[in-house]
């Protein structure tokens, strides 16, 4: 199974003096950490609320510091439970933003695109063969043998 994991951390930037200016700093800074390696996580801003259930920016300043709430996005590959995706999210998004508080929003399952191409394929194959040959020898053909693939020494 395949779960998209979605982390909110708590980015400090610093010498900084508005709530706009503190966010591109903030989404810079964690781009820069995360990559190469990370490459594939998706940065957005987070989202706060007072306990009112007022919308705030994601950045709170105070002395020309800010703290910056933004959203991690990546997926998770090959996990037995959203548990398990939620972990492995967790300690590659930390290893990289050190010292950054990191707590998991969601865990989602995400639909396999290969399931679903298999679907359509079984669809497919159970119509008439356009050629007629039933016994799969095209199929052999396609691959080579692994004594073809190896060169006399």
């Not at 492995?88 to 865990?107: D, M, W, Y």
């Amino acid at each position: 199974m395949d779960c998209r994991v979605v982390v909110e951390a708590a980015i400090p930037v610093y010498d900084v003096t508005t709530p706009d200016e503190a966010i591109r700093i903030a989404i810079s800074k964690t781009g820069e950490m995360l990559n190469p390696d990370l490459s594939y996580v998706e940065i957005s801003m987070g989202s706060r609320t007072s306990p009112d259930g007022e919308e705030l920016p994601p950045a709170f300043i105070a002395a020309d510091e800010a703290l910056v709430a933004l959203e991690l996005e990546m997926t998770v590959f090959n996990v037995e439970q959203q548990e398990h995706a939620s972990r492995i999210a967790r300690k590659e998004i930390g290893q990289r933003l050190e010292n950054v508080p990191l707590k998991v929003l969601s865990v989602e399952t995400v639909e396999d695109a290969d399931d679903e191409e298999d679907d359509h394929g079984d669809r497919a194959d159970d119509g008439d063969d356009a050629t007629g040959d039933d016994d799969g020898d095209e199929d052999d053909d396609l691959i080579p043998e692994f004594d073809d693939l190896v060169e006399d020494g």
